[in-house]
T-cell receptor
């Protein structure tokens, strides 16, 4: 069974600085997807970034980028130029590729606070 | 606006009662999902549906039931058999079940009194 581990329950960062959130996962699959979702106080889950395991290039979305290390089964999220609106819970999630039931496996989350 | 709506936002239930949570999407997505979120936890899959009139159990289906009579609707019923129903419930959809990206609704907070 796949598992996702987020080892940092809480983190804080000063506005405009950079922060990195950690995520490791365990799987025997070779093809899969990885995601970071953001859950602000409104509690709606918002997709931040996605990564296909077969792509070596790290995904980037504006101020958000990932460091995907397939051999180490590591998938960290870097937030540059942190903004107050980035304050939220961040969840790392895993999904098997073709043939799966589409089940997202979530970590327990990291609570990020951006301080002015 | 295209998206996923869930209603109500807050729901209170007495012990022993069944209650139904609504989920509607106008994204023309084939697949829909129900997740449960408990404090300090990630999301866990309750049920999912790949197509109208078909649905499959997820990891924690006991005490829940669903239907999929229309493509755009996937209601979840929390039955009296669910031992600990107080939680936050999130509905999601994806273009098809093997599609990689799921999009979420705003959620329903269910409290059992």
């Amino acid at each position: 069974a796949q598992t996702v581990t987020q080892s940092q329950p809480e983190m804080s960062v000063q506005e405009a600085e950079t922060v990195t959130l950690s995520c490791t996962y365990d799987t025997s699959e070779n093809n899969y997807y990885l995601f970071w979702y953001k859950q602000p106080p409104s509690r709606q889950m918002i997709l931040v970034i996605r990564q296909e395991a077969y792509k070596q290039q790290n995904a980037t979305e504006n101020r958000f980028s990932v460091n995907f290390q397939k051999a180490a089964k590591s998938f960290s999220l870097k937030i540059s130029d942190s903004q107050l609106g980035d304050t939220a819970m961040y969840f790392c999630a895993f999904m098997k590729h073709a043939g799966s039931q589409g089940n997202l496996i979530f970590g327990k989350g990291t609570k990020l606070s951006v301080k002015p | 606006d295209g998206g996923i709506t869930q209603s109500p936002k807050y729901l209170f239930r007495k012990e022993g009662q069944n209650v139904t949570l609504s989920c509607e999407q106008n994204l023309n997505h084939d697949a829909m999902y129900w997740y449960r979120q408990d404090p300090g936890q990630g999301l866990r899959l309750i049920y999912y549906s790949q197509i109208v009139n078909d649905f499959q159990k997820g990891d924690i289906a006991e005490g829940y039931s669903v239907s999929r009579e229309k493509k755009e609707s996937f209601p979840l019923t929390v039955t009296s058999a669910q031992k600990n129903p107080t939680a936050f419930y999130l509905c999601a959809s994806s273009a098809w079940v093997l599609a990689d990206t799921q999009y979420f609704g705003p959620g329903t907070r269910l409290t059992v009194l």
